[in-house]
């Protein structure tokens, strides 16, 4: 990876009015084309699994030890390799899906979860009373209770970064190019142009769950129908300390 990101990432990934492989557009990119409205691409080819992005998003957010706002699950898979079965390493990144429709916002008793107009879902941590009504209804194990602030915690896409014009974390840190953050409204960005270049190469655009009816933001290339939907058996997660982080 070149230590000078390309003018196009510096100048801040864009994106997509949608593409998708039976994905329909969210109804907000439709509808106001002027203002942002971001998403994240994740090529699980790309990811190796090094953890650049979890230790990334642990530094510039301050988290507390052993709490995660994204990393990637590693799972040992059963594959068929000319008529033997064989077992595989596979990679799943994962982080809030800032869902079109996401539960954890109708069952918070006091409105500390919420979504912004930019289509980020964040916590108004001065409103949470940590109840954990949110953790429990998110489809995909993507919040917590920060045992320091005992608040409701979570990936906001690093949305103090987006508001300076920077990107998230995770994406600035991934060695592989593995995430692709953009604006959905911008039809010339980087975001555009992968799910563009996915979509020749017949590559199926996917989300997680997608049977939840949540409508994630968070779009995935390469992605085993295995892991689509509900994940058999449990990850093994990486632990910082373990590690000397």
Not at 71 to 82: K, P
Not at 151 to 168: E, I, N, S, W
Request: charged share 20%.
């Amino acid at each position: 990876m070149s230590d000078n990101p390309s003018p196009s990432r510096r100048a801040f990934l864009q994106a997509i009015p949608a593409i998708t492989a039976g994905l329909a557009l969210p109804a907000t990119a439709r509808a106001a084309p002027h203002k942002h409205h971001w998403a994240m691409l994740v090529d699980v080819r790309k990811c190796i699994g090094c953890q650049a992005c979890t230790v990334a998003c642990i530094m510039e957010n301050a988290l507390p030890e052993n709490s995660f706002r994204t990393l990637a699950s590693t799972y040992v898979v059963q594959q068929e390799t000319e008529g033997r079965t064989t077992a595989g390493t596979y990679m799943l990144p994962r982080l809030c899906n800032h869902c079109e429709n996401p539960p954890c916002v109708p069952v918070c008793p006091v409105g500390a979860t919420f979504k912004r107009d930019d289509g980020i879902v964040v916590v108004d941590g001065d409103r949470c009373v940590g109840c954990a009504y949110c953790v429990q209804a998110c489809p995909y194990d993507a919040r917590f209770i920060n045992h320091e602030t005992n608040k409701a915690d979570k990936c906001t896409f690093c949305a103090h970064r987006v508001d300076a014009g920077l990107l998230p974390a995770c994406v600035e840190t991934c060695v592989g190019g593995a995430r692709v953050f953009g604006d959905l409204n911008d039809a010339k960005g980087e975001l555009r142009r992968s799910l563009n270049a996915a979509k020749k190469n017949g590559d199926a655009i996917k989300v997680l769950k997608p049977e939840a009816g949540t409508r994630p933001n968070v779009f995935y290339v390469g992605l085993d129908d295995r892991f689509q939907g509900r994940v058999e058996g449990e990850a093994a997660l990486w632990q910082p300390t373990a590690h000397g982080v």
